[in-house]
């Protein structure tokens, strides 16, 4: 059996929704449906979940929330208009929305969660119902029902490893089923929402939950391109790629799938495909556990990421002293702060990270590395990018890294850092800021066009 | 002001000892020498160090230790004998080592640094009594005279700052002074000899103390190569080099000079040479903190060091933990472990260290993360040869890696690792052992001989 995901764009209107649901009914196998919010019907339209955020916004003000409430209504009844149903449905919407409000306005981060949930709840609700009224048999099953058991911290859901033996039984029901994506309900019977990759994560827990032959992720585009389009004129599309390397990718700004969608998927093997809703026919990008490598699919992707900081630490004979390195960490975990990479040369190390990480506590940290572990220079760099080329096969084929130092050699790019080896299907590049997108296209002449 | 230190070979027999009293008494500059314990005086020859410690086996078994005694006692007497010196000096050496074993006999690790210190102090005197002989004032200065105040703790000496302001008024002297090497004295007053670098970090302390121009080094070499002369037929002599470049090559196995004697001298710029006793006419290797880089010497020396392990850990996603690292060098720390780099992918961590650190608690350090850690995968590789490619020059001058890596492409060479950017003045390669020395080879033609 298949699961199958549409984003929010796939479900944004009625035309949109009956497209859906011909990719559904069309084949026997896919008998669970994980639905997200509306999205933009059009670039300037506004999403459900970005109204429900501006309804919630005027309540705990509090102010008068009614025209905010009427827009988030007005969406599904214009669905439900277009697609010639009764208008039932508005009202229990309607309830609904009063009673979330009503019971949590006292509790902020409850009320959120629970509004926020109501954008793919009332879609997944409608679509079940409209798919039922065209004369097959579909069932909709509340995260509730299903048995998405989660943590109890609002925004930051986390499922529950028992939660995966009761999601097995929805291979018992004989209709089709229609499930939201988003969110999940706690042992305290809360509605808590995933933390990132919204619908995909779902997706991905009742994939496994099931033990899917296959999770269907349809999305917008045909696929994961090779490089960023924004960089690179019409690059290819990945045919097919391992959970591994779509890791190291979203990691460097991919964002078509979230990675952390994968974890649920990767040790029982269930593979993913990303499709179109709009081209079902387009083969999509396979995400499997091996794939077959030729010469030319040695590297799967070329990705690049600009917001990275890095802290410069020189220490003589730092190699000698057993626990440097720890002190520096443990610094950085009393404010939080998870770093990326830690090259190291005899009597340095630099330590990379995510801007956002590092941004609001800057000088404490600084201050603290220089009280406490008695460096001998101490610097820091906002201006970092992060190139990698990802490839499972890179390593077995020598001159793989020559192949691109020499692309960027002769495209005048300065490498700040190379880090390759400690994962095998990777190569690290620090770049200048300015210098990543020449980069990005320099690697995909070298690898993609020119052959590798 | 000059500190000239020769080291044991250079003062193994009357004949060789000559030569070095010509070199320091050729130069008014050269004001205070620092000698080693007689080396050997063929290549089957015992070292004086060595015959000590034969002695104080003998001593602490304990043992009828007559015979190895009378074996220190006549390599000064051979010498005394060669230079028609009076034999004085003799009844005061084994006064002096009678005195030692009698003093120390149940404290073992004094006694040994009693024992080892009487290498180079009897050595120190001697010269000394023969320089005055032959017309130079020459005045033999214990480190306890000179004020090399040194911590307790047998065998580990580390020089204590306030050591330097005395060793100042080593300047005061008109004669020109001789101090044995090796030891220090410490402020409970026992003799306490340095850990490594023998002679070396002596006379690295007494430069700094008196802030000499220039420490002379005398060996039996005419400098430092750029490349293992075992590995390359007839490597280039190095000219100059900094005190950066100096140490990222030892770190990777150059031994001629050890890194831990620059210490002292790179924060007071005091500059070093590495000169041939057997041909004091030979510019030698001038160690510095600033250099000139022509296009030829951006690349300063090649060094391939054969005796890493690698752990390489998994576990998805790692980079999102906060406090993984930290917790796996705190297991490290545990042990006592002093780890050298930490590459890291996105899911993945290597750490590299000395064999020597791992070996003997391999399995209760795997074991440990094992059971703390709860990682997807762990292993382990003892079979890494670390590569360094050391050139202040090498950042600043795009292509120098794809060079490199062009290199070692051509040669069939796969690259385990690669690890450059954290030090500004090095590349590190990860190879197999049996790679080694061909990636040694091929650099060097591509560097030097092909020009870079």
């Known amino acids: ?16 929704i009956n497209k859906v649901l011909d990719i ?31 309804l919630y916004e005027k309540v705990i003000e509090p102010s008068d929330y009614q025209q905010q409430f009427e827009r988030v209504i007005e969406r599904y009844a214009d669905i439900i208009n277009h697609l010639k149903m009764k208008t039932s449905l508005l009202e229990d919407f309607t309830r609904t929305l009063h009673q979330y409000i009503q019971e949590f306005k006292q509790h902020h981060p409850r009320l959120l969660d629970a509004l926020l949930s109501c954008g793919e709840d009332f879609n997944a609700q409608l679509i079940a ?41 929805l291979r018992d029901y004989e209709e089709k089923l229609i499930i939201p994506g988003f969110f999940g309900i706690s042992e305290q019977n809360h509605i808590v929402t995933f933390p990132r990759g919204v619908s995909d994560i779902t997706g991905a827990i009742v994939a496994r939950g099931v033990e899917a032959d296959l999770y269907e992720n349809f999305t917008d585009v045909s696929g994961i391109y090779r490089a960023n389009p924004a960089v690179v004129h019409a690059p290819e599309i990945i045919d097919e790629i391992t959970y591994g390397e779509m890791r190291e990718l979203s990691y460097a700004g991919f964002s078509v799938f979230h990675d952390e969608a994968l974890q649920p998927l990767y040790k029982h093997r269930i593979p993913v495909v990303i499709k179109n809703t709009n081209c079902p026919e387009d083969p999509g990008t396979r995400i499997v556990h091996d794939r077959d490598i030729d010469t030319r699919t040695v590297v799967s992707g070329i990705s690049c990421d600009k917001h990275f900081t890095v802290l410069h630490i020189k220490k003589y004979l730092m190699n000698r002293q057993v626990g440097f390195a720890r002190k520096i960490l443990g610094i950085l975990e009393d404010y939080d702060i998870s770093f990326d990479h830690m090259p190291s040369g005899i009597d340095s190390v630099s330590i990379i990270m995510r801007s956002d990480q590092i941004k609001h506590c800057e000088n404490e940290v600084l201050t603290t590395i220089r009280n406490q572990c008695d460096v001998d220079e101490l610097s820091i760099d906002h201006d970092l990018a992060i190139l990698m080329v990802v490839g499972e096969g890179m390593h077995r084929i020598v001159g793989t890294a020559n192949q691109i130092t020499t692309a960027l050699a002769q495209a005048n790019i300065n490498l700040k850092m190379i880090n390759q080896g400690a994962s095998e299907l990777s190569m690290m590049f620090g770049l200048d800021l300015e210098d990543s997108d020449k980069a990005v296209q320099v690697i995909y002449d070298q690898v993609y066009v020119h052959e590798i």
Do not use: W
């Open 129 to 169: 119902a409209y798919n039922t009224s065209c004369g097959v048999p579909t069932r909709y099953i509340s995260p509730m029902e299903a048995g998405i058991r989660v943590t109890d911290q609002p925004h930051n859901a986390q499922i529950l490893e028992t939660a995966y033996a009761q999601l097995f039984k």
């Open 1 to 16: 059996m298949k699961v199958v995901k549409f984003g929010g764009s796939s479900v944004a209107n009625a035309q949109q």
């Open 24 to 54: 559904f009914n069309s084949d026997k196998e896919r008998r669970i449906m994980i639905v997200s919010a509306p999205g933009k019907r059009h670039p300037e339209d506004t999403k459900t979940t970005d109204l429900i955020l501006q």
